[in-house]
């Protein structure tokens, strides 16, 4: 059973009200249990609503949001829906709520009511998982933008989510930054089997996910497995370059240099999405 489920969901901000907001409309997808996801679309394209949608913050006006069968819309099981599936959100400032990192981290278990001994446990994994143990005594403050971003990552964690949605979380961090998430993120996916789904407009970033979902006016363009051990490959997503770009996206920056030089007759492969793809394939031609 997939862990998160959306069938034919619509959503208005204001609905019925001067001003009224359509956001999604007949959007159905599901996400399996592991899967590492990116959702991406064009500001506005309903990617940030979809978000809040997953655990139950915003209820859909048609259609049905289940996590792990659960219905978001079931009062009752609100309080377990919300410890599966975690969002961090795009600036990390909004989330700090203490002057002492592993007190911050600390701030959802203690709120599930855990024992002393549990919490100390769940905030000193959460720290060692992100890479901040040694800030731990530390003031979120005096971060960069992605130690804060991490913080508010091991913050989830420490909730211990089977889903973590990441709802532009990198948006506001230059490239060391967005990096430094990124790396966290994989990790978590690859090495502890934790659910992601990573709501982003950089496209280098999805291209790191098993399966992208594009969004373009509230509904889905596309819904493909990006990993060729999926259903596809990556040529099937990234492919369709004027698609993409009439969704509001460019592809990653190796796709466009790639292009341009076949353009220019170099023989190059389909399907280059990183920097490393982009080296060993000219390297190659020598």
């Known amino acids: 059973m997939p862990i998160i489920e959306f069938d034919n969901v619509a959503f208005t901000y204001n609905a019925g009200m001067e001003g009224e907001v359509k956001a999604v409309s007949g959007v159905s997808f599901s ?124 913050g989830v964690l420490a909730i211990r989510p089977r889903v973590m949605v990441l709802d532009e979380a990198t948006a506001m961090l230059d490239p060391k930054g967005r990096d430094e998430v990124m790396r966290v993120v994989t990790a978590l996916n690859r090495e502890h089997k934790m659910t992601v789904v990573m709501i982003t407009h950089f496209m280098e970033e999805a291209a790191a996910a098993d399966r992208i979902i594009v969004m373009k006016d509230g509904g889905i363009l596309q819904n493909k497995y990006a990993s060729v051990n999926g259903v596809g490959t990556m040529d099937e997503v990234f492919g369709r370059t004027a698609e993409i770009r009439a969704a509001g996206l460019e592809l990653p920056l190796p796709s466009r240099i790639a292009d341009k030089l076949r353009r220019d007759g170099v023989p190059l492969p389909g399907g280059i999405l990183t920097d490393a793809a982009l080296t060993e394939a000219l390297c190659r031609l020598r």
């Open 31 to 154: 996400i399996e249990e592991g899967e590492f996801v990116a959702l991406v679309g064009h500001n506005g394209s309903g990617k940030s609503t979809v978000a809040r949608l997953m655990n139950g913050l915003l209820l859909p006006d048609v259609g049905a949001v289940r996590v792990d069968g659960m219905s978001t819309a079931d009062k009752k099981h609100l309080f377990d829906i919300r410890k599966t599936v975690g969002v961090v959100f795009q600036n990390p400032d909004n989330q700090m709520i203490a002057t002492i990192i592993e007190d911050d981290v600390a701030f959802g278990p203690e709120n599930l009511g855990l024992p002393p001994a549990e919490i100390r446990a769940r905030v000193d994994w959460a720290l060692d998982a992100v890479g901040m143990s040694d800030h731990k005594r530390g003031t979120p403050f005096r971060l960069s933008g992605g130690q804060k971003q991490r913080v508010a990552i091991a």
